[in-house]
């Protein structure tokens, strides 16, 4: 069967940089940053399920973020001030996204497309995307705490926007987080024993 390339773009994910418009001492590729909004996706839906006592799903918040950004495989990740620069640069990019994951959705076979949409698409349980939107801000947050700590100030009003951002959301589990999990970031290999 030829033309059913899914997978194989998928796995490009890690040739597309993130954080284009700023110095970098560490470069992210959107698969490096697609795993970790996975694994906060999940580490949100466990706390929400076995701290607070809330139902969740962490299988499913996993596999929603894995796919979170796929439609970046085509359009490349465009910078934050350029993508809400002005409503209609943030509504065509909100098209173009679309035509790519209904494109990207070519090239699985017919069998496997609907169990795909809804990740490639993110529309999924409206309570999982809540907890992958978390987890997408807390990952770029993770990602400026540990600019920072290298001494690259580059990421220092990037930190407290999305620190900002991340206090509005008002999630317990995300709170539980930051308060928890979070300090650990800010510390070295050794600083962890």
């Not at 698969?31 to 929400?48: K, P, T």
Request: charged residues 25%; contains cysteine.
């Amino acid at each position: 069967m030829s033309g059913l390339h899914f997978f194989a773009l998928i796995s490009r994910m890690k040739y597309i940089q993130r954080w284009g418009l700023m110095r970098n001492v560490v470069q992210e590729n959107v698969q490096e940053h697609s795993h970790m909004v996975a694994v906060l996706a999940h580490a949100l839906a466990v706390i929400r399920r076995d701290v607070l006592g809330q139902p969740a799903d962490p299988n499913a918040c996993a596999a929603a973020a894995l796919f979170h950004d796929a439609s970046e495989i085509m359009t490349g990740d465009l910078p934050t001030p350029v993508k809400y620069f002005n409503p209609s640069i943030m509504r065509d990019y909100k098209e173009v996204e679309r035509l790519s994951k209904k494109q990207l959705m070519t090239y699985l076979p017919k069998g496997m497309q609907e169990t795909y949409r809804p990740l490639v698409f993110e529309e999924t349980d409206e309570d999982v995307m809540i907890l992958v939107k978390a987890a997408d801000k807390l990952a770029a947050y993770i990602k400026c705490v540990e600019e920072l700590k290298t001494g690259n100030n580059e990421f220092k009003k990037a930190s407290e926007q999305v620190y900002e951002t991340l206090k509005n959301m008002e999630l317990p589990e995300l709170d539980y987080f930051l308060q928890h999990f979070l300090p650990s970031f800010s510390l070295s290999l050794d600083e962890l024993e």
